[in-house]
Structure formats: C-alpha cells, structure tokens
C-alpha cells in the first residue's frame, strides 16, 4: 500500500460525458502528478500540482483539467469523453516537486479504470 | 525521444537473481537512474534510484556503470511476486515527470 488513495476504482461512462477522477496524496507529500496509461500509447505524464499550483504539463488534452486543493487532495476533470478516453489514470504524490530540489521518488495509487461506452 | 533502452523480456528461476540491464547513453550530469515496476494493471511502485554511486535497499541493487552510460537493477532472490514490467526511467533534477518507456517484461518462473 503506497498511501496514495484514488476514487472510483472503476468508472463506466457514455461518450461526450464529464467524470471527476479522486487523488489523495500520501500524508504530508506536497506534489500530485497524474499519468494515463492506454493499451496503445503507455504510461503517459498529465500534469502535475504542487502545493496547490500547476507546475508541469504534459500530453493533457484541453478536454481535461486538473486541480489540486489546499487539503492537497487532487482531481482530474475529463469532459467531453470519448472512447479514446478510456484507460487506467494513475495519482501519484511526492514529498518534493517545487525546482531544484534534486531527487524524489513518487508513489502511486491503485488507480482509476475509466471505460467509455 | 526515448532516453533508455532495455530488453522487451526476460524470464528469470524462482530464487536466481535476476539481473536487468538498461542503456542510457546519452545520460547527462544532472540526471537520476529510477527503476519502477508495475504489477498487471497496478500501480507502478517504486524500487531503487541512483545518480552516480552504487545503491541497494531491501528490494533491489542498482549497479550503475563509471561512464553512467548503462546500468543494471538486481532483484537479488527473484520469487513469483516479482513477476512485473520493470521501467528504467532517466530524469532530470529539475524534471519532475517521469517518462515511461515500454520496460523489459520480467517472467519469474518456478
């Protein structure tokens, strides 16, 4: 058990739907990522948060969005869904994010599977 | 832009060590070696990291080699469990994103 807690575990949605994917961060990390894994395209970088502030973005699609709350928990809104759409979305949190801070390990939750009917 | 490279599988004897190789050639200064796993589906879990020296913890050693071109993850006692895809990521010190790759499929078999 990594300590980072993600809800719902299974999400089952039409197309042009919005879901909220949950993320709670491990006690006291101050950096939330999101990662999309597809059959296709792998283990993919979203975004990530730190202590409350955007502080890198990757492959995210404008459809998408995410926050992160100043309890740190995190969310990740998708709208517009598409079959496209469906994958396994990764939370993982760290202690450290903020520049120039050297190493840091991160630790990820069990998941959400999101299926796009 | 893959900056590792490393076998697509590899399978391994109950209780051998199982030893995985990575290249990372173009590796620069600032750079850290992560090693991850993910389990069928899971969540990738973290083993080891290094920038220049040799490391081990309880799961696993990570050899890195002088050049820091390559360097090896040793699962010292491979059981079952292990059977996971193992990622060797590169990462920057001010690069928080970790870039996947396809990971070398490792098969522990009895």
């Known amino acids: 058990d990594s300590g980072v807690t993600q809800t719902p575990k299974h999400l089952i949605t039409a197309t042009g739907q919005r879901v909220t994917l949950r993320c709670s961060p491990r006690s006291g990390d101050l950096s939330v990522y999101w990662y999309q894994q597809s059959l296709d395209q792998g283990l993919q970088f979203l975004i990530q948060?730190?202590?409350?502030?955007?502080?890198a973005k990757g492959n995210i699609l404008e459809r998408f969005s995410a926050q992160q709350f100043p309890d740190l928990h995190s969310e990740l809104n998708l709208s517009s869904l598409e079959l496209g759409d469906s994958a396994l979305y990764f939370c993982?949190?760290?202690?450290?994010?903020?520049?120039?801070?050297?190493?840091?390990?991160?630790?990820f939750g069990p998941g959400t599977r999101l299926t796009v009917l | 832009d893959a900056k590792t490279t490393q076998p697509t599988s590899m399978d391994c004897a109950e209780g051998r060590a199982a030893n995985l190789p990575c290249n990372h050639s173009t590796i620069s200064g600032n750079e850290y070696v992560y090693w991850y796993r993910q389990i069928h589906s899971q969540g990738p879990q973290y083993i080891i990291h290094?920038?220049?020296n040799n490391e081990t913890n309880e799961m696993a050693s990570l050899i890195i080699t002088e050049d820091r071109k390559s360097s090896t993850l040793i699962l010292p006692h491979a059981t079952l469990r292990d059977t996971a895809v193992y990622y060797c990521i590169v990462r920057g010190s001010n690069d928080y994103k970790l870039s996947f790759g396809a990971g070398t499929t490792v098969t522990v078999r009895a």
């Open positions: 290094g920038l220049k």
């Open positions: 993982a949190s760290s202690v450290v994010g903020g520049r120039g801070r050297g190493s840091n390990e991160q630790f």
């Open positions: 948060y730190y202590n409350g502030e955007e502080r």
